[in-house]
Structure formats: C-alpha cells, structure tokens
C-alpha cells in the first residue's frame, strides 16, 4: 500500500490566467494505492468528497490512474484507489488537480514504474480536465513540482518552475461558497482588448523578472489582473472589501485564487499576512455553529510539489 499527498494551489495568480500557480503548504489531498480484490481499477472509499463519482472514468484519481495504466500497457492489473479529500471542492485551489496528482504519485511507487514527476503530469492531467473540462496545467503542474510555475504551452506541458523570492508567503482565503471551474470559465468573454493584452502582458512578463530579483515593489505593481478578475469578482461575496483590506494591510497583490470563490493575497511578511487573516475572518464572520465562517490559511510558497508520504 502506498499513499501520496498532493498539495493544494492558486492558479492564474492574478496576471497568468491558465499558465501561472504555485502550491500551498496545506491543505493538500492524500491517495492510497493498494491491490483491488477485482481485475482492473476500482475505487473503494472517498472521504469527505460529497458528490464524487466512485466511477473510475468518471473521477479525476481514477481518470489519471487508469491513463497511467493504460501507458504502461498493464491495463488488467488489480488497483484499488482511496481517495483522502482533504479540501471542498469548486473552491479555486485545485481540489481535482490534487486528487489526479496525488493518484499517479502514489501509482508510480507502487507499481515502481520510475517515471519522473514531469513524466506523470500528463496522466494527471486527464484526470484534472474530467472536472475542469478543459486543459489547463496552472493546478497539476504547481500541485506535482512545487514553487512558482509558469506554463509556455498548456497543450504539450511546456513549462518553467521559477525563482521564488525568500520571505514570499501567501494568505488563501476560502469564502463559504462554491464555485465550479466549468461554470466560472462559462461566463468569461474570449475577446480582449489590445490595451488589455497590453496591460496583461507586461504585468506577467515584468513579474517573472521581479521574482528573480525579489523586487517586492515590482512585485506589488505587477500584481493586476485586468482581464479575468473583472469579469469573476462578482460572483464572490465581499470580494471588493476584502482586496481594498488585504492591500490596506500591506499585501502585495490581491485576487481570485484560479476559478474562485478562493481569493489570495501574496505578502513579503509574517505581519502582513497575519493581520490579512485576522482581517478576513472578521470580515466573513461566524458560521451557523460559531466557527469562522471562511477557511482563511497561509504559509510560504511549497517548493516541493506532491510526495510520497
Ligand atoms: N486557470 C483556471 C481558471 C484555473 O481560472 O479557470 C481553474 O482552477
């Protein structure tokens, strides 16, 4: 038996709509890999996961596992999947990446097939676009390698991990609503303007160049998505007033985590950051039992990527 974690994640990160993300510390999901008691791929047990399909062409782990399988022409060998869901899904942190991600890291183990993580990305990959509905790698890739990733080819996975400046942290904060990817990609127009395109471009391509001289200013100026924020930010309750606090409060940039309702912050430090998750549970208040209403975390951006655990 063996059992994989992978990490959740913010996609887009405000300028790099469906090419940028980088992953969190935590929360992250685990999958198990044990042998089946039936020839072929079945799924035994989801937790916490209301709502997913115990179907294998039907889930995102058992999408990826059976696309593995299918690579290494073992097709018939008994595989039980587990899944360990660790975070709600239609959240904007890449709940279905990690499922698919977490599924081959653990496939690749058990089964000692010695395929690199940039080798498993495809796998996952098809596992992901089942719940997404389309092929964007700015949850897998981030989620499987670590660190800050930026996509120059979704299609064949051509990508870079790239520098990430010491004392860079993010805040994620998750309102109590959802939202899924296919939905939020639905509503967004496919026309830009060519001063959009403009604006777009030189924040991304100037943010790569701030990260690999820890520019937190530039950072900070890069940090404005005028092309996918505008059109999603209605659909998350309080967006406006949390962004105007998180800058107030020092955040170097705020916007949707990839489809939302996720929002995230990045900070140059711990005083920041946590007076941003302050802010943001007082902002979204208490649920109907007391708890904070918001699932609010932060931490330096994970480097590492899925693993075995
Ligand atoms: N880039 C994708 C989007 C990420 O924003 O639709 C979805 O998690």
Request: with cysteine.
């Amino acid at each position: 038996m063996i059992k994989a974690f992978a990490p959740a994640t913010v996609s887009n990160v405000a300028v790099g709509f469906d090419i940028m993300g980088f992953p969190m510390e935590a929360p992250g999901d685990e999958v198990v890999i044990k042998l089946g008691k039936a020839p072929g791929v079945t799924i035994s047990k989801i937790t916490k996961g209301k709502g997913l399909s115990y179907d294998p062409i039907k889930n995102t782990a058992g999408v990826a596992v059976l696309k593995m399988m299918e690579y290494l022409g073992i097709s018939n060998q008994s595989i039980d999947i587990e899944i360990r869901k660790k975070m709600p899904f239609g959240t904007g942190i890449g709940s279905s990446a990690a499922s698919a991600v977490a599924a081959v890291v653990a496939l690749n183990h058990y089964l000692d097939a010695k395929l690199s993580k940039q080798e498993l990305l495809p796998f996952a990959m098809a596992g992901e676009s089942v719940a997404s509905g389309a092929w964007h790698g700015d949850n897998v890739i981030p989620s499987m390698m670590g660190g800050i990733i930026l996509i120059r080819d979704n299609a064949t996975l051509d990508f870079t991990k790239l520098y990430v400046p010491s004392g860079l942290r993010y805040v994620v904060i998750l309102p109590p609503i959802q939202i899924l990817t296919s939905d939020s990609r639905s509503i967004l127009s496919d026309q830009v303007t060519l001063k959009q395109m403009i604006a777009q471009t030189g924040n991304a391509a100037t943010l790569v160049a701030a990260l690999y001289s820890s520019d937190f200013n530039k950072i900070s100026r890069c940090l404005q998505d005028v092309i996918i924020e505008p059109q999603r930010s209605h659909l998350i309750p309080k967006f406006d007033k949390m962004k105007q606090k998180a800058l107030e409060l020092g955040a170097l940039g705020f916007s949707i985590s990839g489809s939302g309702p996720s929002m995230f912050a990045l900070c140059s430090n711990t005083f920041a950051s946590d007076n941003i998750v302050e802010a943001a549970k007082e902002l979204y208040g208490k649920d109907r039992h007391g708890r904070d209403a918001a699932k609010v975390y932060q931490a330096p951006i994970n480097l590492e990527g899925a693993e075995v655990c």
